[in-house]
C-alpha cells in the first residue's frame, strides 16, 4: 500500500500562531515517531507512539509541543505559540514494531517555517 | 552522553569507490543504520547492522565493529543518482526503538 504521508507539505506561519501537522503511518504499523531536522543538523527524536501504551515524550523540546495518536492510526503534532526556532523540517516515521530489525519508514516531511 | 560523528561533506568521481564513516558514543546500543536522503525527500533505509562485520547489498556495503564504536558505508561504482546526504543513525536499548541521528554527510559525485 502507500507510504507514509504527511500534511501539509508546507506550513508558513507567523511567530506566536498554533500549527497542527499531520502524519498517515503505515497501514498496520502500530510504532510511529515523530522527528524534527533543523537547517544542517542531524534528525533529532521528539515522540513515540506505540499501540496503545503511553508514548514517549522524552524528546520534546518544550510544553509548547504535543502530540497525539487517535485510533492507534494518525498522528497529529501541535506547536503552539510557535517561534521562530521552531522552524524545520518535520519528519514522522512508522515500522511494524519498535524491535530488532524493523527499519522506520520515513514521510517526506513538513517544512515548516516560522515568520 | 550521546554522539554520532560522520564527515560533513565528501566528494567523489563517478565509477569510483567511496566510503563514509561514522563513529558513535551512545549510552546503549541495539542496531546501527544507513539512510540515503535527496534533497527535499525522506530519508530512506540502506543498511542494519547489529553484529560486527559487512553487510552487502548490491553497490552498497555497511561494517560495524561494536567494540571501536566504527561503521562505514561503502559505495561501490558511483552513480550521479548516488549524490545524496547518509544518514548515520543507533538505536539504543530503550523498548521505543528511537534512532539517534548523526548530522550526515552530504555525498557529491562529479562526472
Known amino acids: 500500500g502507500a507510504g507514509v504521508s504527511q500534511s501539509p507539505s508546507n506550513k508558513v506561519t507567523e511567530k506566536g500562531k498554533d500549527v497542527e501537522l499531520r502524519c498517515d503511518p503505515i497501514?498496520?504499523?502500530?510504532?510511529l515517531y515523530w522527528y524534527r531536522q533543523s537547517l544542517g543538523q542531524g534528525l533529532e527524536f521528539l515522540i513515540y507512539?506505540?499501540?496503545?501504551?503511553?508514548?514517549?515524550k522524552s524528546g520534546l523540546p518544550s510544553d509548547r509541543f504535543s502530540a497525539e495518536r487517535t485510533g492507534g492510526s494518525v498522528s497529529t503534532l501541535t506547536i503552539q505559540r510557535t517561534q521562530q526556532e521552531d522552524s524545520a523540517v518535520y519528519l514522522c516515521?512508522?515500522?511494524?514494531?519498535?524491535?530488532?530489525?524493523?527499519?522506520?519508514?520515513f514521510g517526506p516531511g513538513t517544512r515548516l517555517l516560522v515568520l | 552522553g550521546q554522539n554520532i560523528d560522520q564527515p560533513t561533506e565528501m566528494t567523489a568521481t563517478e565509477g569510483a569507490i567511496v566510503q563514509i564513516n561514522c563513529t558513535y558514543q551512545?549510552?546503549?546500543?541495539?542496531?546501527l543504520f544507513w539512510y540515503q536522503q535527496h534533497a527535499g525527500e525522506a530519508p530512506t533505509f540502506l543498511s542494519y547492522?547489529?553484529?560486527?562485520g559487512l553487510e552487502e547489498k548490491g553497490r552498497f556495503s555497511s561494517f560495524l565493529s561494536r567494540s571501536k564504536g566504527y561503521s562505514y558505508l561503502l559505495l561501490k561504482e558511483l552513480q550521479m543518482k548516488d549524490s545524496a546526504s547518509y544518514l548515520c543513525?543507533?538505536?539504543?536499548?530503550?523498548?521505543?526503538?528511537?534512532?539517534?541521528f548523526g548530522q550526515g554527510t552530504t555525498l557529491q559525485v562529479k562526472p
Open positions: 516515521a512508522s515500522s511494524p514494531g519498535p524491535a530488532s530489525q524493523e527499519t522506520q519508514y
Open positions: 497501514s498496520g504499523h502500530t510504532a
Open positions: 507512539f506505540q499501540g496503545n501504551s503511553a508514548p514517549d
Open positions: 551512545t549510552s546503549g546500543f541495539n542496531g
Open positions: 547492522n547489529v553484529l560486527d
Open positions: 543513525a543507533v538505536r539504543d536499548f530503550s523498548n521505543t526503538g528511537k534512532l539517534i
